[in-house]
């Protein structure tokens, strides 16, 4: 039986990932920080199901606590997804988001270096490298230029892994992975704020909703099709860097007017910058503009090619944006 071992499986990702891996036979080990979480009522909002068979001890930010995880464990595969995975918080927060997602990634290289474990790693990595973006779209050459403390975290520990793989022979791969998401997204992410806003708004418990920047372009996955292909990547003869992206952008407005639609609310959007609006057929603002949510510093025209994981690990994403959207009004109404 192999064993995986998945840091952050308390997470979004962790969920999906620890799901599809046991579903395959693996034994899989959660990596959290606080022994014993109990992940049901972490998260009231998602039916539980196994997607771990035990949990282990770990916490990032701490060398010791790390190489005791890795030593007991003695996984087969380890899937990095833990991180301090806001970009708006590493804005005020850079000090610890470097320090969980940099040297947290250096300190799982390094404890795998010294128990001498013969295993396979894979780096959640983020297109947040490529910030200022210098090609539209972005593929594995693509130059970084990380615009967030977040994106430069990601961007060490990217390189420490290429290192780690080129210098010490190890099996390591990076996702470089565009926004993905799904009913298990936490509530601070924009998809995740308009999919329940829309649904309150709907079912009349919330009058309107403020949001930052409607301008700004994503390119949203499904999270159920971006651990497929981590699984993916950990399979193939050698490890490498994939560009994971459905090479669709949308706009925060478009994402927002798909999102209301879909519980039959139609906007007419009036306005420009601050003064924006998004207005329903009745002549209520349900969807208006706060400087609260701008940022320091945005990314612009992200968008990703994923041609290479097409072909060289035949994955393809299997969830469009309308049905993404469907499935977080779904959950959202169902909760
Ligand atoms: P998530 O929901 O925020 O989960 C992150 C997990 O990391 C949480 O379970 C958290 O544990 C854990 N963690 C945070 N700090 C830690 C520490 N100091 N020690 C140990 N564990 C710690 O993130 P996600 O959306 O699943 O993303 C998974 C990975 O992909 C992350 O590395 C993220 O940066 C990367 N990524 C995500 C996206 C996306 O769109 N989702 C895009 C690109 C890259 P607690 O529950 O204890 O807080
Ligand atoms: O913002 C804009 C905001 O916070 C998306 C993480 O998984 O993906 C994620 O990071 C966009 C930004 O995700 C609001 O300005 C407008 O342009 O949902 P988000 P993110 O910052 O893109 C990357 C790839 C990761 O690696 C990260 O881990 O939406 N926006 N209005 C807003 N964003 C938020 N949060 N709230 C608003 O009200």
């Known amino acids: 039986m192999i064993r995986a071992l998945i840091t952050g499986i308390a997470g979004q990702d962790g969920w999906y990932l620890g799901s599809l891996l046991r579903s395959k036979g693996y034994n899989v080990v959660g990596m959290v920080r606080e022994r014993g979480v109990a992940l049901a009522s ?41 991180a301090q995975s806001s970009v708006v918080a590493s804005f005020s927060a ?7 997602n940099a040297m947290g990634t250096l300190r799982l290289l390094e404890a795998i270096r010294h128990h001498r474990l013969d295993c396979k790693f894979f780096n959640a990595s ?5 910030g200022k973006v210098q090609e539209v779209p972005q593929t594995e050459t693509t130059p970084f230029c990380p615009r967030s403390p977040y994106g430069v975290s990601k961007t060490f520990a990217l390189q420490m892994t290429r290192m780690y793989r080129e210098i010490h022979g190890l099996f390591a791969c990076n996702g470089i992975l565009f926004n993905h998401e799904s009913p298990l997204r936490p509530d601070s992410f924009v998809t995740k704020k308009i999919t329940n806003a829309a649904v309150a708004i709907a079912e009349g418990t919330q009058q309107t909703v403020y949001l930052g920047n409607l ?22 003869d050698r490890g490498d860097d994939y560009v994971i992206a459905t090479g669709r952008m949308t706009t925060v407005r478009e ?25 329903d ?43 993404l959207v469907q499935m977080m009004v779904a959950e959202a109404l169902r909760a």
């Open 281 to 323: 057929a009745n002549g209520i603002v349900r969807v208006a503009v706060s400087p609260e949510f701008f940022r320091p510093a945005e990314v612009d025209a992200t968008v990703g090619d994923a041609s290479k994981a097409h072909t060289v690990l035949g994955w393809q994403p299997t969830v469009d944006l309308d049905q």
């Open 215 to 236: 301008n700004a372009v994503r390119d949203w996955g499904y999270a159920g099709d971006y651990v497929q292909v981590m699984w993916r990547m950990m399979q193939h």
């Open 94 to 100: 850079p000090e610890e988001t470097a320090d969980i």
């Open 126 to 130: 983020s297109s947040e490298i490529f």
């Open 42 to 82: 972490k998260r009231p909002d998602f039916p539980e199901q196994p997607h771990f068979d035990r949990l282990c001890y770990g916490e990032l930010a701490d060398a010791g606590s790390v190489r005791n995880a890795i030593g007991k464990v003695r996984p087969d595969e380890i899937y990095h997804l833990g």
């Open 255 to 279: 994402f927002a007017a798909a999102a209301f639609n879909a519980v039959g609310i139609s906007l007419d959007w009036s306005g420009q910058g601050v003064e924006e609006q998004g207005i």
